[in-house]
């Protein structure tokens, strides 16, 4: 039985496929990377491969359902560090242990920079 190819569906057509998935197999349900590459995968519902999709659609839908969001914190000078928390002051606790600073320093008027990138399908 040959794969049905989610990759060129809607992001919101395979947010609903996959609650589908999850509410009828929870725990039963895993992905594996396709040999057509990053960032195809697998999905595999009882060991039985079903679907390709692409890994990027199915982490930003469990983000979203667990309620996170996407930040990006950028220091006054240097790379931003990359974290998804449920709020900005988890955020800014976890790039504060990141970048060796208090929470109190990650501010704008400090020279910082925050982007939320959010996670809205």
């Given at each position: 039985m040959p794969l049905e190819d989610l990759r060129s569906l809607p992001e919101w057509k395979k947010y609903e496929l996959y609650e589908k998935l999850e509410r009828e197999h929870h725990g039963e349900i895993s992905t594996k990377a396709h040999s057509d590459g990053f960032p195809a995968?697998?999905?595999?519902?009882?060991?039985?491969?079903?679907?390709?999709?692409?890994?990027?659609?199915?982490?930003?839908?469990?983000?979203?359902?667990?309620?996170?969001?996407?930040?990006?914190?950028?220091?006054?000078?240097?790379?931003?560090?990359?974290?998804?928390?449920?709020?900005?002051?988890?955020?800014?606790?976890?790039?504060?242990?990141?970048?060796?600073?208090?929470?109190?320093?990650?501010?704008?008027?400090?020279g910082w920079r925050i982007e939320d990138r959010g996670f809205n399908p």
């Open positions: 995968v697998t999905i595999n519902v009882k060991g039985k491969l079903l679907y390709i999709t692409d890994c990027l659609s199915i982490e930003t839908w469990w983000r979203t359902k667990l309620g996170l969001t996407h930040y990006v914190i950028f220091p006054p000078k240097g790379t931003g560090f990359s974290t998804s928390t449920k709020t900005l002051e988890e955020a800014k606790e976890r790039a504060a242990e990141h970048f060796h600073v208090k929470v109190a320093e990650i501010c704008e008027e400090k």
